[in-house]
């Protein structure tokens, strides 16, 4: 029986990379996580086991070190621009180049009345993160974030919906929405204000989250998603993953008591998860 490679890929995963830009009044910090993948020509690697076309993982993860020590990292995005360049600029073989990188937030420590120049404190919780592929033919970049934990305790409904011999569902017009925002957005250029457009999609996302009368997770999901495109031409589509982290009311009858919808139990599973892509006409495909 004939057989053939049908797909491949192979690379360096968790990079950790922590940079310091040393001003002279004040220093920069970057803490980055990297995943690398190469795809190409890769046939005889796992047919004949000929190795003279595969850059070492190791090397992948050197680069990377390389490239950060050459001059300060930059807008994660720019970076991931530089490594594509660079791998696919001397690595024959290699087809496709795709750098994920994820970047932990840090703030300034406030001393004496304000944020001190080189001692830093964990940030929010959200993370930045990026993705940029790479052929010769040109280069596709997203952005995103992940890991943003947000509530609203009104304001937020869910009625309406079907119901069968299995519904044991309360309808309801005034409910706990929480979720944890993941959302991932593609650029339609290169020319971007990277670190702009993140704060503001960012700033966008959880100001709509905030005002928007909400119907379902769906019906909030995809008011996020429009308000994020109608103010940031840049961006062509974006993907937006919330589930919905259930908060139950709890029965206080036994207790002789009344909950006016402010006693809940917090579940993590199971839980509802709804996502989408919203993009405009000519925008890309996730």
Request: charged share 25%; aromatic share 8%; hydrophobic share 40%.
């Amino acid at each position: 029986m004939a057989i053939k490679l049908s797909t491949s890929n192979y690379g360096k995963s968790r990079v950790r990379l922590v940079r310091i830009t040393r001003g002279s009044e004040q220093h920069h910090l970057k803490d980055v996580s990297l995943d690398i993948q190469f795809e190409g020509d890769f046939e005889e690697v796992h047919a004949l086991g000929d190795n003279r076309k595969v850059l070492p993982t190791d090397t992948m993860k050197n680069t990377v070190y390389a490239l950060a020590g050459q001059r300060p990292v930059g807008e994660i995005e720019e970076f991931g621009l530089r490594l594509t360049d660079h791998f696919l600029a001397n690595n024959p073989p290699v087809r496709n180049v795709r750098v994920t990188l994820t970047e932990r937030q840090w703030a300034r420590i406030p001393a004496e009345g304000q944020p001190h120049p080189w001692a830093f404190v964990g940030g929010r919780p959200d993370k930045r993160t990026a993705m940029v592929s790479a052929t010769r033919a040109g280069h596709s970049i997203q952005a995103g974030i992940e890991d943003l934990l947000v509530l609203k305790s009104h304001e937020s409904a869910f009625e309406g919906y079907i119901r069968d011999s299995y519904t044991t569902l309360q309808e309801t017009r005034d409910r706990i929405f929480a979720t944890v925002v993941k959302a991932n957005w593609s650029y339609g250029r290169q020319d971007v204000a990277f670190g702009r457009c993140w704060e503001g999609a960012r700033g966008v996302l959880l100001q709509t989250f905030a005002v928007h009368r909400s119907e379902s997770v769906q019906h909030t999901l995809y008011a996020m998603a429009g308000a994020v495109l109608d103010a940031f031409g840049e961006i062509d589509a974006i993907r937006l993953s919330m589930p919905n982290k259930h908060h139950l009311p709890v029965d206080l009858s036994p207790f002789g008591m009344d909950n006016n919808n402010e006693v809940f139990v917090a579940t993590d599973e199971p839980y509802g998860l709804i996502e989408a892509v919203v993009r405009r006409d000519s925008g890309f495909q996730f």
